[in-house]
């Protein structure tokens, strides 16, 4: 099965297990080339580190209206969507896209937190909160064994995120040709009840990337899928962050 993640799927890990054997009937390949945890936590922490400091910037620029935070918005958006089909495509160009990715999404995050932000004094807060605990709590349950990922679980979770997609994409498509209100907006139960099974399942698939990343160092994978496996984890960690954005906004609302 594979993940959900784009980045962190069977086909992408599959090749680069494919080119490490190419490797070494070529040439003999030194540990320090090949995929670690410790790397790849690394990679993750610098990716992030550059996503808050872009977003940081973004932020004060736009809470100083030295800028409409629709134009990082839109822009970061936009960029961060291309580097990430490149890099899945491209997984060997990692070490450069993902630095990338992360600035990119940071413009987008800073945008739209301030847009939050102005609407609901404390949101932001409170969804980084969230959404750290998340991740930890997460990362306890899967480093503590007490959240297995079987074959079910994965197909579980993947048929889910599927369901999830198709229905934002089928509900944006109609809202904007139509009339057409989708039920997860406004502030209504049903439409927090969509918010919080959103939620749930964006953590669930935080679960997938462990299992993945861990199996990556396993098989000793490249050292450029260090970059790769920080990159997709980045991902559902800013899914996770604008899911909870959007419930503690519906919250506040009622």
């Given at each position: 099965m594979n993940s959900n993640n784009p980045f962190?799927?069977?086909?992408?890990?599959?090749?680069a297990v494919s080119r490490r054997t190419d490797s070494f009937n070529a040439v003999t390949i030194e540990e320090n080339q090949d995929m670690t945890l410790s790397g790849t936590i690394n990679r993750?922490?610098?990716?992030?580190?550059?996503?808050i400091a872009s977003a940081t910037v973004i932020w004060w620029a736009a809470s100083n209206e030295l800028l409409n935070p629709a134009v990082p918005?839109?822009?970061?958006?936009?960029?961060?969507?291309?580097?990430?089909?490149?890099?899945s495509f491209k997984p060997e160009y990692s070490p450069y896209l993902a630095p990338g990715y992360a600035l990119f999404e940071g413009l987008f995050i800073g945008g739209?937190?301030?847009i939050f932000e102005a609407m609901y004094p404390g949101i932001v807060t409170q969804a980084v909160g969230a959404t750290f605990v998340t991740f930890a709590v997460c990362l306890?349950?899967?480093?503590?064994?007490i959240v297995k990922v079987t074959e079910q679980f994965k197909s579980v979770v993947i048929a889910a995120?599927?369901?999830?997609?198709?229905?934002?994409?089928?509900s944006w498509l109609f809202s904007l040709f139509t009339?057409?209100?989708?039920?997860?907006?406004?502030?209504?139960?049903m439409s927090i009840g969509i918010s919080v099974f959103v939620i749930v399942i964006a953590a669930l698939n935080l679960f997938l990337d462990f299992d993945r990343i861990e199996k990556g160092v396993e098989q000793r994978m490249p050292k450029y899928m260090e970059w790769y496996g920080a990159m997709g984890l980045m991902i559902t960690l800013v899914w996770l962050y604008i899911e909870f954005l959007r419930l503690l906004s519906k919250l506040n609302k009622k």
């Open positions: 962190l799927n069977n086909k992408t890990f599959s090749t993750s922490l610098i990716l992030f580190l550059l996503l918005i839109i822009g970061g958006a936009i960029v961060g969507l291309i580097l990430v089909l490149t890099a739209i937190s301030v306890g349950l899967y480093k503590y064994k995120t599927l369901a999830i997609a198709t229905y934002y994409l089928v009339s057409f209100v989708p039920v997860h907006y406004g502030n209504s139960m």
